[in-house]
């Protein structure tokens, strides 16, 4: 039989096989963190990153006039260029086109989009902003004056 060791004041005992290690619980203490250069870069990097995200965006694409565009000159486009898709109410229900696409005329839905956004869309397409590709982009059959006489055509479809 194997001599048993006697308790140290670290915990140390021996059953015989193994020796276990009995540490009585150490207290923490908070020690006071000095904040560094380092750590005011790292807060200062994620505000830059999470306003830039926020303001970025919104002044990257160069603002479309909408409502400021000609509404006789945008209606007579749209009948022309998109009423065969979205309908000439823009409901989306148009014969030529299934599944139907974008209705135009829900003001709950229409409200949400900026005029930037559907100069966007008319402008690059519909892939270009993560819709319908069948969406087709006219930036390189109309002037952007056209695209903005549309959106502003578009915004006075949105009334149901």
């Known amino acids: 039989m194997s001599a048993r060791r006697p308790r140290t004041r670290e915990g140390i005992v021996n059953s015989g096989q193994r020796e276990y290690t009995a540490a009585a619980p150490r207290r923490e203490t908070a020690i006071p963190v000095r904040e560094t250069g380092a750590t005011t870069l790292l807060k200062s990097t994620f505000l830059f990153c999470l306003v830039g995200a926020v303001v970025v965006p919104a002044v990257a694409a160069p603002p479309a006039q909408g409502l400021s565009g000609d509404m006789a000159r945008g209606k007579e486009l749209f009948l022309r260029l998109c009423a065969g898709c979205h309908g000439e109410d823009g409901r989306g229900e148009a014969k030529t086109f299934r599944p ?13 989009v900026s005029d930037e956004y559907l100069f966007t869309v008319i402008k690059k397409g519909g892939a270009a902003v993560g819709k319908n590709a069948a969406m087709p982009a006219w930036g390189k059959q109309i002037p952007d004056e056209d695209i903005r006489d549309i959106v502003g055509f578009v915004r006075t479809l949105a009334k149901y």
């Open 100 to 112: 139907s696409v974008g209705n135009l005329a829900v003001k709950e839905l229409m409200d949400q």
